[in-house]
């Protein structure tokens, strides 16, 4: 790699690479359809028809543009920095999720499959999948670890209620890294009819650049809405990273702007220090999972550890590769929050902006917070709002020691 | 078969970089029977007991041992394998311990060939290079890494070819004619067709699709062929063995192991009778598919 970059968007090399990260590491049986999946995706992308009926559903279907939001009150209460939020958490099905769920299933449909897979740790994933599964009428089959299903038990019933089967995965740690074993497993006894929608921008090549290219939709407005707003690009971005889609559909169309400061937060869970936390970047190294080569958190052996993070979107012992890449590359700073700290920004969130963020996306406003506070008021922030916190209340009842029939 | 049968002549003569695998399908071939190939994993349900099993094996009739290094998060494995990879793990077996137990084995054996079998991760972390030249010291002939294709292989295959290690392929019932030749490209020791699309221990296949694939994957290449996943009975070994090379039996020998063990999950009194009373049956099986 040479020190000095033209570009930090030129994507995957042809066999997937992003530097040492990435590549296609999975079982023969699953070779030829990865192999496949990438030359009907690169089809897809040459044919015009296909944006243009994406662009139809994400408009009247999915809401967007999703708006640029100035957060005055939490701007104020900070007394630094102006914090915008890219409000993702008001697409439908409530969180960004379903920007990519609907450029796969368009694939999907493209390659004549005619049943879905899909792993979920919050459900998030898990809900806009058998929603796109339901406007579509495919099968549709979502694998969830028990841990998760316990937690978020609102999603999974509304995975149901849109026709889902949801299969509770009880082996390993049965969180995120579990369910997609379980999805591999599925797709590799099924490989002719099944599409599997991966939720993030990680798994083997194609799946980090494709399911990035579907969320730059977020970057790609964000751009044109602040300088609208603002007459000017951003200083600085800051999103939630746990596989990391949100973040890098944010990042994407921003990379090659070197002012622009690009910050993604990891879940610190109960502190670095404690090695109960999900922070891969910060706190693994190199290894290879789930097909491709990222930074994991593992044991001396290569043994994957069990992630902790209060968030079950973000309790994952991996991340994106090219995440990974960037790192490395020094154009992103990953930081990471601890479970406190995000339980904390979510009430502020609530309080002050009446916008109750998922437990996910409060990570990213509590880095906001955090650095706005230090920060000159013409410094101009855009934080991911990357999903709505309904389906967290629970957790955060049971972290705030109340009765959710209590009066607060 | 005749390129291995030369190679395994030429290192046998030279003494250096001993080729078990060539010389053992060479025998195969002069005996005109199918072989059987076992899989156990190391560790499983503890270092001992697992090393016992082991080396009871080829005296069962065991041709060729893939023995298993266990990894927390095994995706192409089913039930019965993954269970196997975390006893293994919570009872302390490393991939360090795997090497040891495979040269433990070799100071009674040094016939019968050993292929590790495992996903890469581990290797990773260990080092390929330092990974290659341990496991060529403690006596291993051949590599199953079964997420490293071959469009990813390179980065190991150049250090177990400076060591005299096979890295060993898998094909499947997806692998078409146009993806077959990228993986010989990288295949040595043997061919492990893998008779149906799933994972490890699922349901059998039908021997008429797999001997038709298998007549098509001759055609282009000479190397010895081994038909596995999902074969459990003295039957479906013969058939399969007669069809292949050999045959591979996996889930269901370690499946005698687990049925075995105590509820705590600790070794029970025919924790290494069990396996290896299957394995001679298999045995017997196998023998009577003359070719």
Known sequence: MSHVLNTYRAGADERGHFGLFGGRYVAETLMPLILELEEAYEAAKADPAFHAELRGLLTNYVGRPSPLYFASRMTEACGGAKIYFKREDLNHTGAHKINNCMGQILLARRMGKTRIIAETGAGQHGVATATVCALFGMKCVIYMGETDIARQAPNVFRMKLLGAEVKPVVSGSRTLKDA????????????????YIIGT??????????VRDFQTVIGEEAREQ??????RLPDSLVACVGGGSNAMGLFHPFLDDKEVRIIGVEAAGHGLETGQHAASLTGGRPG??????TYLLQDADGQITEAHSISAGLDYPGIGPEHSWLKDVGRVEYVSITDTEAVEAFQQTTRLEGIIPALESSHAVAQAMKMARTLPKDHVMVVCMSGRGDKDVNTIAQAMGQDMGASL | MTAASTTATAATATGAARDRLAERFAKLKAENRGGLVIYTMAGDPDARTALEIMKGLPAAGADVIELGMPFSDPMADGPAIQAAALRALKAGMTLQGTLDTLAAFREGDDETPVVLMGYYNPIYAYGPQRFAEAARAAGCDGLI???????????????????????IFLTTPTTNEKRLPAVLKEAGGFLYYVSITGI????SAVEDEVAQAVAGIRAHTDLPIAVGFGIRTPEQAAAFARIGDAAVVGSAVVAQITDSLSAEGAAGPDTVARPLALVRDLAAGVRTARQ
């Open chain 1, 180 to 195: 997609m074993n379980e999805a591999l497993r599925d797709w590799v006894t099924n490989v002719r009819d099944t599409f």
């Open chain 2, 200 to 203: 490890t221990g699922a349901a």
């Open chain 1, 201 to 210: 921008v990680a798994g083997p090549h194609p799946y980090p650049s494709l």
């Open chain 2, 145 to 167: 890494i079964v997420d490293l294709p071959p469009e990813e292989a390179p980065e190991l295959n150049e250090h177990l070819d400076r060591v005299g290690i096979h890295l």
């Open chain 1, 226 to 231: 602040i300088q609208k707003a603002e007459g």
């Open chain 1, 288 to 293: 290879v999972l789930h097909g491709n080569r």
